[in-house]
């Protein structure tokens, strides 16, 4: 397993301990755990090897046995028994708008719902709507979600229809900047005021940067109740970056089959509109040069939004591989690092950037800013992320910098 692979399970054990009512500090250690590793620039891989794993930030020495056993195995015992926990479906219902660990466990041991169906037969009944904390909003967002996901799952289900995907914004310079993230609740009283509630955060954020970065959507398919909740919170012209799902990136590897699922990640996103601003395709650090997959990929790819690829294996920076991301206008990812230097490439008639460093001086951000304005003036749009902090004073830096 790849390092987001490997994140993604943790993230799976702490949602799936919290259910069952585990020790909080138990299920915590996992969800940092998780944030640790996302955050880390290093090589897991070596990591491993070296016996290191616990230089990772928040990595325990229990938990990073269990990171090293899904890196050489691809499993994990203590995975197996924490899923053998709950019912085999249970955790489909984290899937549902609204639904967090804690009110899953709440349907679970006060209505005894196991699966997505016994959820919608107990909203329908009225037996959710006893329960505290489950008023007549959450139950519509329950039957929505429940509606979505049988639509989207049916057997014989029809080709995604590629003809209501968004056209891109014409490029014409602008400079969208913003961060890798903005669900952060310890920006309060820093970016976000200090009473903002959890669900306004969003709307906060777009008052200040003109577009986000959102990495969720490489674990699970953005939901159009989650879409329209984004819509909703934002101006028509703020823009989304969305991460492509990891089924295509890092389980399929855009393997010849992958072309449906690309396609059916584009039209699911397409519902954002005209707040599309790029689909991120971020392939594995060990995914070496291939060109029969690029082909899938650009092949696959609908007229319409923007799309980027993030190439983090060296074997990929090449003059063809380039002119190939010119001949589709896709953007090849720009950026640095701790552990990489800085990068620029122009494949497309905007420009993709992800700075990961933690912190940056003013002048790293002035030589960037620089960049960022000699691709404006050639009539490229700019859409650029950087690296969440704790503090808050990222998102305050780029606001001073490059507000909408």
């Not at 349907?107 to 169906?117: A, M």
């Not at 139950?139 to 989207?152: G, H, M, Q, T």
């Not at 601003?277 to 650009?298: M, V």
Request: glycine share 6%; aromatic share 10%.
């Amino acid at each position: 397993m790849q390092k987001d692979e490997v994140a993604g399970v943790l993230r799976e054990m702490a949602d799936l301990l919290e259910i069952t009512d585990a020790n909080k500090f138990e299920y915590l250690a996992f969800r940092n755990a998780a944030a640790g590793l996302e955050d880390w620039a290093g090589d897991l891989k070596s990591a491993v090897a070296t016996s290191s794993v616990t230089e990772i930030p928040s990595v325990g020495k229990g938990i990073a046995s269990v990171i090293s056993e899904l890196v050489e195995t691809g499993r994990s015992d203590e995975r197996d028994r924490i899923r053998g926990l709950v019912p085999e479906a249970l955790p489909r219902l984290l899937r549902f708008r609204g639904l967090g660990p804690k009110r899953v466990r709440t349907l679970w041991k006060d209505l005894g719902v196991e699966s997505p169906d016994d959820l919608e037969c107990a909203a329908r009944e009225g037996r959710v709507l006893e329960l505290k904390g489950f008023g007549p909003k959450m139950v519509e967002k329950i039957l929505d979600s429940a509606r979505y996901f049988r639509d989207n799952n049916r057997p014989g289900k029809p080709a995604p229809d590629l003809n209501a995907v968004p056209a891109a914004r014409h490029s014409d310079g602008k400079i969208f900047a913003g961060m890798s993230g903005f669900s952060y609740p310890k920006w309060k009283g820093s970016f976000y005021p200090a009473d903002a509630r959890t669900g306004d955060l969003l709307q906060h954020y777009a008052r200040k940067l003109a577009t986000v970065e959102i990495n969720n959507t490489f674990y699970r398919f953005p939901t159009e109740p989650v879409v329209d909740q984004w819509k909703t919170q934002t101006p028509e012209d703020f823009q989304f970056a969305l991460k492509a799902h990891r089924r295509v990136t890092h389980q399929m590897k855009l393997s010849p089959g992958t072309g449906v699922r690309i396609q059916e990640f584009v039209q699911r996103c397409s519902v954002l509109g005209s707040r599309l601003g790029c689909i991120l395709f971020q392939l594995p650090p060990d995914f070496e040069r291939d060109d029969s997959r690029l082909a899938t990929l650009l092949d696959s790819l609908p007229d319409g939004p923007r799309f980027a690829v993030e190439f983090r294996h060296s074997s990929w920076a090449a003059d063809d591989v380039h002119r190939r991301l010119r001949d589709h206008n896709v953007a090849c990812v720009s950026g640095d690092a701790d552990s990489a230097p800085s990068q620029k490439f122009v494949t497309a008639d905007f420009i993709y950037v992800r700075l990961r460093k933690p912190k940056y001086s003013p002048k790293e951000l002035n030589d960037w800013g620089d960049w960022f304005t000699a691709q404006s003036a050639e009539n490229r749009d700019v859409l650029a992320y950087l690296k969440h902090d704790e503090t808050g004073d990222a998102p305050n830096e780029v606001a001073n910098r490059w507000s909408p």
